[in-house]
């Protein structure tokens, strides 16, 4: 060890033969291998079992890619590691960036390997960093009090942080509410761990993300998607949900006990869901922001939403094992049909924007379709219920469209395929149902 000062009291150990104590003043400057530490006071002490050095006024210290600061510094020479005090910061480079360090990216890092070139920097009130023998990466951090992680534009919060590197584990912990924050997504939960790839977040109890969008077609503006749920882990091209899963979407919500969601490279868009077990799938209505769609209401023990390409719309559900599919009554009941309802063993819903409206449901297995109430006070026309093996629904509005329907129906018959054509009409003035009700005259199928 070198240490240089402007003024300096050297206590010697009574019985003589060594250095009890060291106090420096005036730009001191300390000097360990490859580490220099810097500040206007030092204190070294020394006892039997310890060795420390204690740096005030504009303490300082730096090591080949690392360096720190705090209102007092205090290098324990045994250990190798410096405890900052007060307004305590690091910033720690990945092994790339040290002089004659392994090409192991062993450094804590919170961002994705493209990022891996870029320094860590913590913020504490507390912080001790263990340096290595001989130059590399640091291998061990601990940080307390109003800890703050930032590497690049991505940013991780809590009031406790450890960090520990070695030969076959290098991760990271984060606890006392912690949070993490990227361009593109935040989450937080009650334990926030990281890998050493520091691409991968693994959030315990209380969890919560929200994720971003980028908005395309006919939603150009950016979306929100947020989830809750007890646990998850989140890497880039992937999110895994368990536990009491909600998923809200300004059109639509999921929930399951388990949700796995596909992302795209970029993380900006999801792709496929597959969620498991007490599984809802529920259209919202929101007139307001344009969306005059009937809402709808799909429950299943397991399904799989395809998202179109924006990401911003669904395509298709599939489901699986007690389905049920239901149109629910309108806030905007304005010429909708009454509500009516699916059940089946599988079914596949076909979507088509904007609003997620059904368009096609094909279901299979022990299938009933059926009217769950008539919605018009004094409706003429009784619930209706059909019951078979396998449908195929196309979904068209019929209110007050008797032009066209006495042209599509015929246009369906010519079809050389067995069809079945159920028209739902609630009351419409425009005379339809009669319309409807002369052709089953003339076409079979029709209900």
Same mark, same amino acid.
């Given at each position: 060890?070198k240490?240089?000062?402007?003024?300096m009291?050297?206590k010697t150990?009574?019985?003589? *033969?060594?250095?009890e104590?060291?106090?420096a003043?005036?730009?001191?400057?300390?000097e360990?291998?490859?580490t220099?530490?810097?500040?206007?006071?030092?204190?070294?002490?020394?006892?039997?079992?310890?060795e420390?050095?204690?740096?005030?006024?504009?303490a300082?210290?730096?090591?080949?890619?690392?360096?720190?600061k705090g209102?007092v510094l205090?290098?324990d020479?045994?250990?190798n +590691?410096?405890?900052?005090k007060?307004?305590a910061?690091?910033?720690?480079?990945?092994?790339?960036k040290v002089p004659?360090a392994?090409?192991?990216?062993?450094?804590?890092?919170?961002?994705?390997?493209?990022?891996?070139d870029?320094?860590?920097?913590i913020?504490a009130?507390?912080?001790?960093?263990?340096?290595?023998?001989?130059?590399?990466?640091? %291998?061990h951090?601990?940080?307390?009090?109003?800890?703050?992680?930032?590497q690049?534009?991505?940013?991780?919060t *809590?009031?406790?942080?450890?960090?520990?590197?070695?030969?076959?584990?290098?991760?990271?912990?984060?606890?006392?509410?912690?949070?993490f924050?990227?361009?593109?997504?935040? *989450?937080?939960g009650?334990?926030?761990?990281?890998?050493r790839?520091?691409?991968?977040?693994?959030?315990?109890?209380?969890?919560?993300?929200?994720m971003?969008?980028?908005g395309?077609? %006919?939603?150009?503006?950016?979306?929100?998607? +947020?989830?809750?749920?007890d646990?998850?882990?989140?890497?880039?091209?992937a999110?895994?949900f368990?536990?009491?899963?909600?998923?809200?979407?300004?059109e639509?919500?999921?929930?399951?006990?388990?949700?796995?969601?596909?992302? !795209?490279?970029?993380?900006? %868009?999801?792709?496929?869901?597959?969620?498991?077990?007490?599984?809802?799938v529920?259209?919202i209505e929101?007139?307001?922001?344009?969306?005059?769609?009937?809402p709808?209401?799909?429950?299943? +023990? +397991?399904?799989t939403?395809k998202?179109?390409?924006?990401g911003?719309?669904?395509?298709?559900?599939?489901?699986?094992r007690?389905?049920?599919?239901?149109?629910?009554?309108s806030?905007?009941?304005?010429?909708?049909?009454?509500p009516?309802?699916?059940?089946s063993?599988?079914?596949?819903?076909?979507?088509?924007?904007?609003?997620?409206?059904i368009?096609?449901?094909e279901?299979?297995?022990?299938?009933?379709?059926?009217?769950?109430?008539?919605?018009?006070?004094?409706?003429?026309?009784p619930?209706?219920?059909?019951?078979?093996?396998?449908?195929?629904l196309?979904?068209s509005?019929?209110?007050?469209?008797?032009?066209?329907?006495?042209?599509?129906?015929?246009?369906?018959?010519?079809?050389k395929a067995?069809v079945?054509?159920l028209?739902?009409d609630?009351? !419409?003035?425009?005379?339809?149902?009669a319309?409807? %009700?002369?052709?089953?005259?003339?076409y079979p199928?029709?209900?």
């Amino acid at each position: 060890m070198k240490l240089g000062c402007e003024e300096m009291t050297v206590k010697t150990a009574a019985t003589g *033969g060594g250095v009890e104590s060291i106090v420096a003043r005036g730009n001191v400057v300390i000097e360990q291998g490859d580490t220099r530490a810097t500040g206007t006071k030092a204190v070294y002490t020394t006892t039997a079992t310890e060795e420390t050095i204690e740096i005030t006024g504009e303490a300082a210290w730096h090591s080949p890619g690392h360096e720190g600061k705090g209102d007092v510094l205090i290098l324990d020479r045994q250990r190798n +590691e410096f405890t900052a005090k007060g307004k305590a910061y690091a910033k720690l480079f990945p092994a790339a960036k040290v002089p004659g360090a392994p090409t192991a990216a062993n450094a804590p890092r919170m961002t994705s390997p493209a990022a891996n070139d870029l320094p860590v920097e913590i913020s504490a009130e507390l912080l001790t960093v263990k340096l290595p023998d001989a130059g590399g990466p640091v %291998q061990h951090v601990v940080a307390e009090q109003d800890v703050v992680i930032q590497q690049g534009d991505s940013r991780a919060t *809590g009031s406790r942080a450890v960090y520990t590197g070695s030969t076959t584990s290098k991760e990271g912990e984060l606890t006392g509410g912690p949070a993490f924050r990227t361009p593109r997504f935040e *989450g937080k939960g009650e334990t926030l761990k990281w890998n050493r790839q520091g691409s991968e977040f693994h959030v315990r109890r209380n969890g919560y993300l929200k994720m971003t969008r980028e908005g395309a077609g %006919q939603s150009p503006t950016n979306r929100v998607v +947020e989830v809750f749920s007890d646990d998850y882990d989140f890497k880039p091209g992937a999110a895994d949900f368990r536990g009491h899963v909600r998923l809200n979407d300004p059109e639509w919500k999921l929930a399951g006990e388990t949700v796995a969601m596909q992302l !795209s490279t970029s993380g900006n %868009q999801i792709q496929n869901i597959v969620a498991q077990r007490n599984v809802v799938v529920e259209q919202i209505e929101n007139p307001a922001a344009g969306n005059k769609n009937p809402p709808w209401r799909l429950t299943a +023990e +397991e399904a799989t939403a395809k998202m179109t390409p924006t990401g911003n719309q669904i395509e298709n559900i599939v489901a699986r094992r007690n389905v049920v599919v239901e149109q629910l009554e309108s806030r905007a009941a304005d010429g909708q049909s009454p509500p009516w309802k699916l059940t089946s063993e599988g079914v596949t819903v076909k979507l088509t924007a904007p609003g997620n409206r059904i368009d096609n449901i094909e279901a299979r297995q022990n299938v009933v379709v059926k009217q769950t109430e008539a919605r018009v006070v004094g409706a003429k026309n009784p619930p209706w219920k059909l019951t078979c093996e396998v449908v195929n629904l196309r979904l068209s509005a019929s209110g007050n469209e008797i032009e066209n329907i006495v042209a599509l129906i015929p246009a369906i018959r010519a079809v050389k395929a067995p069809v079945e054509i159920l028209v739902v009409d609630d009351n !419409s003035p425009d005379g339809t149902a009669a319309a409807v %009700q002369n052709m089953q005259k003339n076409y079979p199928g029709i209900h």
